[in-house]
């Protein structure tokens, strides 16, 4: 049973651009306080669907609800509770930090008396303090995206979204910025896109595999490694013969394969990565098995987590497995809303 509220409802969203289904039935929801990852292959409908959710963007079909409402029916309610942070977020460049911070306070309706605050707690909260005075076009990219975020806080809102909000930094920024999304936690519901895996599984609690404009995934990374990975990777470090090895490795699993072997040390170990089937913790019985022939020594052995990576590959692939059999199967006749694209819902005000 559902515990906690939903701030991020959407439920069979769809978006097509003439023949492109950019967004193809989408439903997730995101509990308040989340921190949430969108994850997916270039074209595959991030944006599109995070600019419906912003406003700026109207589905064709589906509904998108913030805080309860759906983002159609009132768009200045909308307006007050998002934050977004489009990509390439646009500045504008001839202006200094807090000047800009100003106009957007005025722009989102904060009221006059609590402007100088509001302010204040964004360039705190994103360590702009000392660049508040600097022209934003002579500000490196990682304060200017440092910016966009403060822009994106400061009206308190509920729910901030941020379209690759790492792009292009340097790992030091990235740090910096993971950091300062993480602090949201709990505060706001985030949603971020990121093509950087290990970041998303740093900084979401939930994450959303997209492809063709489908949810392929879904769940937290350990939830997602669960539904994709189907073995257990184990790192050993051994001394002995690669024969004896061998033979007491099969001895353990019979579908145990040995993915890779290093070089041998200078004392002659060599680390050897090995994958077993299944989700049994076969860490005791590697161990026996190595430490009861003589002519091997273990020195250490560890089971590793499968990277995202994999279980975005995995995802993906097997979305492709379902595309490629949907057009291999014959077509119905296409149906009216297909030929044009159904615009439901009128194109919202100005940019939040
Ligand atoms: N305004 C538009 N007109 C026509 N097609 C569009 C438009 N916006 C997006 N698309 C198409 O919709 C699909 C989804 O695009 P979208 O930008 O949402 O993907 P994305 O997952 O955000 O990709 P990326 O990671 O490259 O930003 C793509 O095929 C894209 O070409």
Redesign the pocket.
């Known amino acids: 049973m559902d515990s906690k509220p939903h701030t991020i409802e959407v439920e069979k969203l769809h978006k097509r ?2 023949k ?1 289904n ?2 193809d039935g989408i439903s997730f929801k995101v509990e308040k306080g989340q921190i949430v990852g969108f994850l ?12 419906i959710l912003t406003g700026y963007n109207r589905a064709s079909s589906g509904t998108a609800k913030i805080c309860g409402v759906p983002v159609t029916a009132d768009p200045h309610f909308i307006k007050r509770r998002i934050g977004y942070m489009p ?1 390439n977020n646009p500045l504008p460049l001839e202006l200094r930090v807090r000047e800009y911070l100003k106009y957007r306070a005025k722009i989102k309706e904060i009221p006059f008396s609590q402007r100088r605050r509001a302010i204040d707690t964004a360039l705190e909260r994103c360590d702009l303090l000392r660049a508040q005075d600097r022209i934003i076009g002579k500000l490196s990219k990682g304060f200017r995206q440092r910016v966009g975020i403060a822009d994106a806080i400061l009206a308190n809102p509920e729910v901030i979204i941020m ?2 909000p790492t792009i292009g930094l340097d790992p030091h920024q990235v740090i910096l910025i993971r950091d300062l999304i993480a602090s949201l936690r709990g505060r706001m519901t985030v949603i971020i ?1 990121s ?1 950087i895996l290990p970041e998303i599984e740093m900084t979401c609690d939930q994450i959303v595999i ?1 492809n063709h ?1 489908k949810i392929v995934g879904q769940g937290s990374p350990a939830e997602l490694r669960d539904t994709f990975i189907d073995h257990t990777t184990y790192e050993v470090e051994v001394h002995g013969p690669a024969k004896e090895l061998e033979a007491a490795l099969a001895s353990v699993a019979p579908e145990l394969k040995v993915e890779r072997t290093s070089e041998r040390d200078a004392d002659g170990f060599a680390t050897v990565e090995i994958q077993i089937k299944g989700k049994h913790d076969y860490r005791e019985e590697l161990f026996q098995a190595l430490a009861e022939n003589p002519d091997l020594r273990p020195r250490s052995l560890r089971s590793k987590m499968a990277p995202l990576e994999d279980v975005f590959l995995a995802a993906t692939r097997r979305s492709w497995e379902t595309v490629d059999e949907e057009l291999a199967a014959p077509q119905p006749a296409p149906q009216e809303d297909e030929k044009e694209p159904v615009t439901q819902n009128p194109e919202p005000g100005t940019k939040s």
């Open positions: 651009f003439g492109i950019a967004v997916g292959p270039n074209g595959a409908g991030k944006s599109t669907t995070m600019r990509e379209d690759e896109s093509h997209i404009g």
